[in-house]
């Protein structure tokens, strides 16, 4: 069992930057693949950032080159930095785990990109 709180969330104007951070309880944190997922009013879920447990990273199209996903395992924790924002990045952060079978989320932490 995993247990994600994300943090950091916030207001930002365009062309800022901001990051989030999702602490994890629970244990062999370092053995899970993890992302980033956000979901904006009106929209689907969709994948933002992943990150396996070896470290591999894959980007969405549209955050390629403005966004990096980080995991400090000694910590327990993953990390979205964003930068250059938009407008469109304006949606709720979520914090994904998963291993095999087994996938948990957290409750999500709200960013919003002013024009």
């Known amino acids: 069992q995993v247990q994600l709180v994300e943090s950091g969330g916030g207001l930002v104007q365009a062309w800022g930057s901001l990051r989030v951070s999702c602490a994890a309880s629970?244990?062999?944190?370092?053995?899970?693949?993890m992302g980033w997922y956000r979901q904006a009013p009106g929209k689907q879920r969709e994948s933002v950032a992943t990150?396996?447990?070896?470290?591999?990273?894959h980007y969405a199209d549209s955050v390629k080159g403005r966004f990096t996903i980080s995991r400090d395992n000694a910590k327990n924790t993953l990390y979205l930095q964003m930068s250059s924002l938009k407008p469109e990045d304006t949606a709720v952060y979520y914090c994904?785990?998963?291993?095999?079978?087994?996938?948990?989320w957290g409750q999500g932490t709200q960013v919003t990109v002013s024009s």
């Open positions: 994904t785990a998963w291993s095999g079978q087994y996938q948990y």
């Open positions: 629970g244990s062999r944190f370092s053995m899970y693949a």
């Open positions: 990150i396996t447990s070896g470290g591999t990273t």
